[in-house]
């Protein structure tokens, strides 16, 4: 309630919903209306208006902050109490364990309402006589893993056999054919995946941007695997082909990168031919202005594609990787500090310092130790060669979340990755044990 005629003051009660980072996922807010306004002395004997906000529906791990306040600058008075907050929790009408093919555990399942369907999910309902799953086409035991007719198409050595003998990576929708791709999810996802990671490593190589190389990637497997004239049903491939396939899509991004690395122009200090246009005119050939983070800097990891994606930047370590920690880190050229973070945050990159230069380039220093960069400010200027910081491990909420290591990325005016070799051709790979 409040106690001002005419005028309805900005007052109310809200909510601010946050993921686990702290990062905002949604907020709502409910304003007082005319309906709440009092008169009189004895306002707090009136009825007060009931603020509700709407339903707000919880979707992942995080926190919820309700307020009540009264933002307005025209000094009305405002009454908010009696704030109160329902939980509403859904009820789990069914949860069990399974051993390995498909057999509920004794004393592992939770059934507060019936549910047909099994290990398999919608392709498999219990039947009530047997009690087994019951396929389209046979009847499956998960005490032994097996079926109990035997197999029309004798797809593997045993025409018992159920789902290649793994039911927890293989799927039969009807009891006839079990493979890893007769799932069409699975199916155009493993091509989508395939097609991006391929895309993502040929982007890489020739110094364009790996998100796009990536979608285009992505885009390309999905017209595969729906354009393709094979009956997938009868296609068997196990999750170590899968695997070997998906080494061999990276193997050929890094193939491709090292082909780009090496086909330089006659006069160029080490700077990739497709990288010339992304660095400032009058540093082309100028590499030798910057300095390297640390003296005896070998690469750990490089840049480029790596597993299931790309590395944005290049892992430093020293040649003796074991002292590397605590390592003084230098800044590899006059700039700006222009973000600066010392307290961990929750962000893999962990205490971190970004510097730009004067042509704007961006050198991002990654993993430092915590309380190593707390001499800096933001919007320091520093000069080439400065302390900036010490080599750690720091990332997400722990100061030791890595090995001791520095990730050094260099991003363009337009805040796009560039290789660090355009800029320090004389780095070189931590010489294999």
């Given at each position: 309630?409040?106690?001002?005629?005419?005028?309805?003051?900005?007052?109310?009660?809200?909510?601010?919903?946050?993921?686990?980072?702290?990062?905002?996922?949604?907020?709502?807010?409910?304003?007082?209306?005319?309906?709440a306004?009092?008169?009189?002395?004895?306002?707090?004997s009136?009825?007060?208006?009931?603020?509700?906000?709407?339903?707000?529906?919880?979707?992942?791990?995080?926190?919820?902050?309700?307020?009540?306040?009264?933002?307005?600058?025209?000094?009305?008075?405002?009454?908010?109490d009696?704030?109160?907050v329902?939980?509403?929790?859904?009820?789990?009408?069914?949860?069990?364990?399974?051993?390995?093919?498909?057999?509920?555990?004794d004393?592992?399942?939770?059934?507060?309402?019936?549910?047909?369907?099994?290990?398999?999910?919608?392709?498999?309902?219990?039947?009530?006589?047997?009690?087994?799953?019951s396929?389209?086409?046979?009847?499956?035991?998960?005490?032994?893993?097996?079926?109990?007719?035997?197999d029309?198409?004798?797809?593997?050595?045993?025409?018992?056999?159920?789902?290649?003998?793994?039911?927890?990576?293989?799927?039969?929708?009807?009891?006839?054919?079990?493979g890893?791709?007769?799932?069409?999810?699975?199916?155009?996802?493993?091509?989508?995946?395939?097609?991006?990671?391929?895309?993502?490593?040929?982007?890489?190589?020739?110094?364009?941007?790996?998100?796009?190389?990536?979608?285009?990637?992505?885009?390309?497997?999905?017209?595969?695997a729906?354009?393709?004239?094979?009956?997938?049903?009868?296609?068997?491939?196990?999750?170590?082909?899968?695997?070997?396939?998906?080494?061999r899509?990276?193997?050929?991004?890094?193939?491709?990168?090292?082909?780009?690395?090496?086909?330089?122009?006659?006069?160029?200090?080490?700077?990739?031919?497709s990288?010339?246009?992304?660095?400032?005119?009058?540093?082309?050939?100028?590499?030798?202005?910057y300095?390297?983070?640390?003296?005896?800097?070998?690469?750990?990891?490089?840049?480029?594609?790596?597993?299931?994606?790309?590395?944005?930047?290049?892992d430093?370590?020293?040649?003796?990787?074991?002292?590397t920690?605590?390592?003084?880190?230098?800044?590899?050229?006059?700039?700006?500090?222009?973000?600066?973070?010392?307290?961990?945050?929750?962000q893999?990159?962990?205490?971190?310092?970004r510097i730009?230069?004067?042509?704007?380039?961006?050198?991002?220093?990654f993993?430092?130790?915590?309380?190593?960069?707390?001499?800096?400010?933001?919007?320091?200027?520093?000069?080439?060669?400065?302390?900036?910081?010490?080599?750690?491990?720091?990332?997400?909420?722990?100061?030791?979340?890595?090995?001791?290591?520095?990730?050094?990325?260099?991003w363009?005016?337009?805040?796009?990755?560039?290789?660090?070799?355009?800029?320090?051709?004389?780095?070189?790979?931590?010489p294999?044990?």
């Amino acid at each position: 309630m409040w106690d001002q005629p005419k005028h309805v003051p900005q007052a109310g009660l809200g909510y601010l919903l946050f993921d686990h980072n702290l990062d905002v996922l949604n907020q709502g807010w409910v304003n007082v209306s005319q309906q709440a306004q009092v008169q009189g002395e004895d306002a707090l004997s009136q009825p007060f208006e009931r603020l509700a906000l709407d339903e707000i529906v919880i979707e992942q791990t995080g926190f919820i902050y309700f307020f009540v306040a009264n933002y307005d600058k025209r000094n009305i008075t405002v009454f908010l109490d009696d704030l109160q907050v329902t939980h509403q929790t859904t009820d789990v009408v069914y949860a069990a364990d399974y051993y390995p093919h498909g057999e509920v555990m004794d004393g592992r399942k939770l059934e507060q309402a019936s549910y047909r369907y099994g290990y398999q999910g919608a392709f498999a309902e219990q039947d009530d006589e047997t009690g087994l799953a019951s396929f389209q086409l046979r009847q499956y035991d998960s005490r032994i893993g097996r079926w109990t007719t035997p197999d029309p198409y004798n797809q593997y050595w045993s025409p018992y056999l159920g789902m290649g003998n793994a039911p927890n990576m293989m799927i039969d929708p009807d009891g006839e054919w079990s493979g890893a791709f007769s799932s069409p999810f699975i199916r155009y996802g493993a091509f989508a995946a395939g097609g991006a990671i391929a895309g993502a490593g040929v982007a890489a190589a020739l110094g364009k941007d790996p998100k796009r190389g990536a979608l285009i990637g992505a885009g390309v497997g999905l017209l595969v695997a729906g354009g393709l004239s094979i009956d997938w049903n009868n296609v068997d491939i196990s999750s170590n082909t899968v695997a070997r396939l998906t080494s061999r899509a990276m193997t050929l991004g890094n193939t491709a990168r090292t082909i780009a690395r090496e086909n330089r122009l006659p006069d160029d200090p080490g700077l990739p031919t497709s990288e010339l246009n992304e660095l400032p005119s009058d540093r082309r050939w100028q590499n030798s202005d910057y300095i390297l983070p640390f003296e005896d800097a070998v690469v750990s990891s490089d840049w480029g594609p790596r597993g299931f994606g790309i590395h944005n930047g290049s892992d430093i370590v020293r040649t003796d990787r074991n002292n590397t920690a605590g390592t003084p880190i230098r800044s590899v050229s006059d700039g700006t500090v222009v973000r600066l973070i010392q307290e961990l945050d929750g962000q893999k990159a962990g205490i971190r310092v970004r510097i730009q230069d004067e042509n704007g380039l961006q050198f991002n220093y990654f993993h430092m130790q915590g309380g190593s960069n707390d001499h800096l400010r933001l919007g320091q200027q520093v000069n080439q060669g400065d302390v900036i910081g010490r080599v750690g491990g720091s990332g997400y909420y722990d100061l030791n979340s890595f090995t001791p290591h520095l990730h050094y990325e260099i991003w363009n005016a337009n805040n796009q990755r560039i290789s660090p070799y355009a800029l320090h051709p004389e780095l070189i790979p931590l010489p294999r044990r």
